[in-house]
C-alpha cells in the first residue's frame, strides 16, 4: 500500500472524525441507560443509593458524549442537567407505550416481556431518548443513537419525527419512519410500513417531507405511506400493502384488493403448448 494513501488517509480522517462522538461509547451508554430503566433483573442494586449513584455515573458518560460534539461546557452542563430531568417525564410515556403493546398483542403476557424482549418496544424508547437529544440541536448524536436501535431491531426511526403516546410497533422489522413524520396519540404499526417522502431531492430537505398520521390509526403490513401533505385521518385503519400518497378523511379503511385465479390443471386448447425441445 502506498504512503500516499496512508499519509492522505490519515489527513482525511483527523479532519472528518474530530468533533464525532465515539460510536462504541454511544453505544454503552444507550445499553446502560436502558438496562437501568426496563431491565431491573439484569443489574444488582440493594439499595436506592446505589441506583442513585449508577445514574450519577450516566450523567458524568452523557456529559462526556457531548464534549465530543460541543466545545462550551455551560452548554454541556445545562443540556446533560436538562435531560436527566426530562428522563421521568420520558420513562412514563414509555410506560404508556409498552402498555399499549400489551393490550394490542394477544401474545404479550406482561410488561415485563414487552420491555425485555419487543424489539418495537425497544426501538420506541431509543427514539424517544434520542428525540430529545435532536430537539437540542445535536443531530448527529441523536442519530448514532437511532442507528444503534436500526440495526438491533430492523426499525428505522428518524429521531427528527415526531410521535406521540401509547406508540406501539408490532414485530417490526422492516419499519421506516422519516425524520418529518408526525404521529398521533394510539397509533400502531406493524411490520413492513413506510412513512417516507415523495421526493428525495436535496433542496427539499428543510421542508415537511413525511406523512401525518393522527390519533387511533392502525397501519397494517407492507403499507406505504408518502409525502408531507399526506394526511390519515385518526380513527382510520391502513390494510396491508397499500400504497398511499393521498389524505385519507377520519374513519376510513383502505385496503388492497387481491384478486385470486384459479387455472385448470390441463390447459383447454392444446394449441397453446406451443414451445419446443
Not at 431491531?153 to 406521540?164: E, K
Not at 403516546?165 to 422489522?173: Q, V
Request: glycine content about 6%.
Amino acid at each position: 500500500m502506498s504512503e500516499d494513501f496512508i499519509k492522505s488517509l490519515f489527513e482525511r480522517n483527523s479532519r472528518c472524525f474530530s468533533g464525532f462522538p465515539d460510536k462504541g461509547a454511544v453505544e454503552s451508554f444507550i445499553d446502560e441507560l436502558y438496562t437501568v430503566l426496563f431491565l431491573p433483573n439484569d443489574i444488582d442494586h440493594k439499595c436506592e443509593a446505589q441506583l442513585r449513584e449508577q445514574f450519577v455515573s450516566l450523567k458524568d458518560k452523557f456529559s462526556t458524549l457531548l464534549r465530543d460534539v460541543i466545545q462550551e461546557e455551560e452548554r454541556i452542563k445545562n443540556i446533560s442537567e436538562h435531560y436527566f430531568e426530562a428522563l421521568p417525564g420520558i420513562y412514563h410515556m414509555l410506560l404508556k407505550d409498552a402498555e399499549a403493546l400489551l393490550q394490542s398483542d394477544p401474545a404479550a403476557k406482561s410488561l415485563e416481556e414487552v420491555m425485555a424482549a419487543y424489539p418495537g418496544f425497544y426501538a420506541t424508547a431509543v427514539y424517544r431518548l434520542s428525540h430529545l437529544i435532536h430537539r437540542y440541536n445535536i443531530p448527529v448524536l441523536a442519530r448514532l443513537f437511532s442507528e444503534y436501535a436500526h440495526s438491533k431491531t430492523g426499525i428505522d426511526i428518524h429521531p427528527g419525527a415526531t410521535i406521540g403516546h401509547s406508540f406501539s410497533i408490532d414485530h417490526g422489522t422492516g419499519v421506516v419512519i422519516g425524520e418529518t413524520s408526525l404521529i398521533g396519540n394510539h397509533v400502531k404499526i406493524y411490520q413492513g410500513v413506510t412513512l417516507g417522502a415523495l421526493s428525495v431531492v436535496k433542496e427539499l430537505a428543510t421542508t415537511k417531507r413525511h406523512p401525518t398520521i393522527e390519533d387511533n390509526v392502525v397501519i397494517y403490513s407492507g403499507a406505504t405511506i408518502l409525502g408531507g401533505n399526506t394526511v390519515i385521518g385518526k380513527d382510520s385503519i391502513i390494510g396491508g400493502n397499500v400504497w398511499l400518497t393521498n389524505s385519507v378523511p377520519h374513519n376510513s379503511v383502505v385496503y388492497h384488493k387481491s384478486e385470486i385465479s384459479v387455472k385448470d390443471l390441463l390447459p383447454p386448447d392444446d394449441s397453446i403448448l406451443n414451445f419446443v425441445i
